[in-house]
């Protein structure tokens, strides 16, 4: 009898071990700083814009994209609970806090002027590595 009890006790202390250990990873784990969050978004993808989804300038920015056939990834900042506090950790990375804020693979190209720049200059075709038979339109 007492083979059997030992045996149980072993096996519910194995049990109550895996249970804490389970919990304790999830309550430890935090999750990503804004700035983290702004930085992992512009490494995992090669175009990215920091918007607002009713802002006029961010509208055009994604117009460019739209125009070059390109699918960037789009963060809306005032779609999100943690959009101010992107919005912060990402004034601190370009020295600005307006959008839009538009990346190419990794690169802080710049707001809605600067992106109609580049796409009007044939830059942003390049950056892309697009084909230089794109048409490019006055937006």
Request: aromatic share 8%.
């Amino acid at each position: 009898m007492a083979a059997v009890s030992s045996a149980s006790t072993i096996t519910f202390l194995f049990v109550v071990g895996i249970l804490c250990a389970s919990y304790s990873r999830s309550v430890d784990a935090k999750p990503k700083s804004p700035s983290a969050f702004v930085k992992n978004t512009i490494k995992s993808h090669s175009i990215v814009i920091f918007s607002k989804s009713y802002c006029p300038y961010c509208r055009k920015a994604k117009a460019v994209f739209q125009e070059l056939k390109q699918d960037p990834f789009v963060v809306e900042l005032d779609e999100r609970d943690d959009g101010a506090s992107i919005q912060d950790a990402l004034s601190k990375k370009v020295g600005r806090r307006t959008v839009p804020q538009v990346f190419i693979n990794g690169k802080h190209l710049g707001g809605s002027d600067d992106t109609v720049e580049a796409y009007e200059s044939g830059e942003l075709a390049k950056l892309l590595g697009l084909d230089d038979t794109v048409e490019q339109e006055e937006l």
